[in-house]
């Protein structure tokens, strides 16, 4: 492959098209790789990360993007946004400490959504913020430097479609500028553009994950999924990267409701917003409550994924009080039940328990989840295991459980009963740990009747 880089030089790193890939650059998959897995550890450990949208559209007036392309607003007076957008009040070290102390591992800033703002001094367009912005720097790099140095993983958004760019085939819903077909040299212009800021992402800052979006609008081909994979991993071997680049991703990346039952996907990861809006909206005053975004959190971890969850910074870089109140009651709930969170695995389904659950990696250490004040005892059914205590995480403190109708005859486990006294219920969500003697098993049948007494 290093021979290959070398031979093709800016074809092969810059070039987006199809004709000129060699055969085998259609069928690699990121899943493959004998070093997936390995390089999947920390994303699979981590499972909080922070979202942040940051952009022109953080004026607060319209949402980003979608706005201008769906005839909200004018893309000349969408545009004329960046006036706006000093950055004035923007202070990194801040932000990245108050990521920390919310628990979460890893963080994700846009460096460019959809509308072709880059939050750098790219040498490719002077729509940035450094050369387009009363912000006159470039808003990336101090970012990145605190999020090493406070220990934590650097993810960069990056948008793949551009629809400022006059030579990317759409503009808005209602205009398209060619079609690739009939003007491919156009096509490729795009392509060495688009390959060259993603070069620039990835070489800067050495990414531990890439955040793409828009691939819905190419296919894989198109894009050569593969193409970008190749150039990401020549110089940044063990970046993750998210599904959205037409399959060719680590991990699935379901957006705003959490999935019904557990994703087939090995990895996946919920972005998921504080009120309506994925940047700052003044007129979005819908904020989800720390007790509803922290049970969205715990459902994703029953399910074995994690929540990457958004934040709205405004154009001067101040963020919202909302915003902060979350985080901070994020980092007082996960600093109490640290062992209940990362490294968890998927629990057992929800008939088995009203509420949430996980086990440890060792799978001996059945974790429950209580998003409410139970009203009398609370049930656990159908765990074949004997079980050796029951305790409430944050204090240690044992709690007393019975068994019923565990009975000789029948291979049917009993249903284990037990009180929390008041005292210990956690004001958001109460966790108990459920110690077992061996890895857990669980009966799954219909129940039985009684053939021999």
């Known amino acids: 492959m290093k021979n290959y880089f070398r031979k093709w030089g800016a074809i092969a790193l810059l070039s987006c098209g199809i004709s000129i890939l060699p055969a085998w650059g259609q069928t690699s998959t990121a899943q493959t790789d004998s070093t997936y897995h390995k390089r999947m550890s920390w994303f699979d450990e981590a499972k909080l990360g922070i979202f942040i949208h940051w952009g ?14 769906n005839g909200r607003i004018s893309y000349e007076n969408y545009m004329k946004q960046a006036q706006q957008f000093t950055a004035a009040q923007y202070d990194p070290k801040a932000w990245v400490s108050l990521i920390k102390e919310s628990g979460a591992r890893y963080t994700v800033l846009t460096t460019k959504h959809h509308d072709g703002f880059a939050l ?14 009363p912000a006159k720097r470039d808003l990336i790099t101090p970012f990145v430097e605190e999020v090493r140095k406070q220990g934590l993983k650097f993810g960069a958004y990056y948008s793949l479609i551009d629809w400022s760019h006059k030579d990317y085939p759409n503009h808005t819903k209602d205009i398209t500028r060619y079609k690739i077909k009939d003007d491919p040299a156009r096509w490729e212009r795009f392509c060495k553009f688009n390959m060259g800021q993603l070069t620039e992402v990835n070489t800067l800052w050495k990414p531990d994950l890439i955040w793409f979006d828009g691939d819905w609008e190419q296919d894989a081909a198109t894009w050569n999924s593969t193409g970008v994979i190749n150039l990401l991993r020549s110089t940044n071997p063990n970046v993750v990267v998210n599904s959205r680049i037409q399959g060719y991703g680590d991990y699935a990346t379901p957006e705003i409701g959490v999935p019904c039952s557990r994703p087939s996907a ?6 998921y917003t504080i009120n309506n809006s994925w940047g700052y909206r003044k007129q979005d005053q819908n904020f989800k409550t720390p007790q509803m975004l922290l049970t969205m959190f715990v459902d994703c971890l029953s399910k074995g994924g994690n929540l990457l969850l ?43 328990f009203t509420g949430y659950t996980t086990v440890s990696p060792d799978k001996k250490t059945l974790y429950l989840y209580l998003p409410y004040k139970p009203i009398g005892k609370v049930q656990l059914k159908a765990i074949i295991n004997n079980v050796k205590s029951i305790r409430e995480v944050g204090s240690g403190e044992e709690i007393p459980f019975k068994l019923y109708n565990k009975l000789s005859w029948s291979e049917v486990p009993g249903i284990i009963y037990f009180d929390i006294p008041e005292r210990l219920l956690d004001e958001y969500i109460t966790v108990l740990e459920v110690e077992l003697e061996d890895e857990l098993k669980v009966y799954k049948g219909e129940g039985q009747v009684i053939t021999a007494n």
């Open 310 to 352: 958004d934040i709205t910074p405004k154009a001067d870089g101040s963020l919202l009080p909302e915003n902060v109140e979350v985080l901070k009651a994020f980092g007082k709930w996960i600093k109490k039940y640290e062992k209940a969170v990362y490294k968890t695995r998927a629990g057992v389904p929800g008939d088995y």
């Open 266 to 271: 090995r990895y996946w990861e919920l972005c």
């Open 120 to 133: 750098w001094d790219t040498k490719y367009s002077k729509l940035n913020s450094k050369d387009g912005s």
């Open 56 to 69: 022109i559209y953080s004026v607060g007036d319209v949402s980003e993007s979608w706005s201008f392309f």
